[in-house]
């Protein structure tokens, strides 16, 4: 038996729509047709994206410093400044200012839950 990689990413959110609405109005994500009960799957490619509500036993208020701490959550844009540009504009919090990377232009942001997220714009 062997792992070949990543196949679903899903961030556990305090309020479904909230979060959708965010990653869809922010991000320009699209929903997939599909998903199950409790989750938001967006149309992302390589590897499947979404937001759901927290599984049992799950108190996001309670983890320190943030949900996530200690993983990585890059997420590929066509345009990273730009990006960026919205977000401060609509008062997201910039955790990482934009500077260029190997990655391309690279800037890290905290969702509304206060995941770091990362975005860069070279595939």
């Given at each position: 038996m062997t792992v070949t990689g990543p196949d679903f990413i899903a961030l556990q959110v305090r309020?479904?729509?909230?979060?959708?609405r965010?990653?869809?109005?922010?991000?320009?994500?699209r929903r997939a047709p599909v998903a199950p009960p409790g989750?938001?799957?967006?149309?992302?490619?390589?590897i499947a994206f979404a937001v759901r509500t927290p599984l049992p036993g799950t108190d996001l208020d309670a983890v320190r410093p943030r949900p996530g701490a200690g993983v990585a959550l890059w997420l590929a844009a066509d345009d990273a400044q730009a990006l960026h540009d919205d977000l401060v504009s609509h008062g997201v919090p910039v955790l990482a200012p934009p500077f260029d990377s190997p990655f391309g232009r690279t800037f890290t942001f905290a969702d509304p839950d206060g995941y770091a997220v990362?975005?860069?714009d070279r595939a």
């Open positions: 309020d479904l729509e909230a979060a959708a965010f990653y869809e109005e922010r991000l320009g994500l989750a938001v799957v967006f149309a992302t490619e390589p990362t975005v860069h």
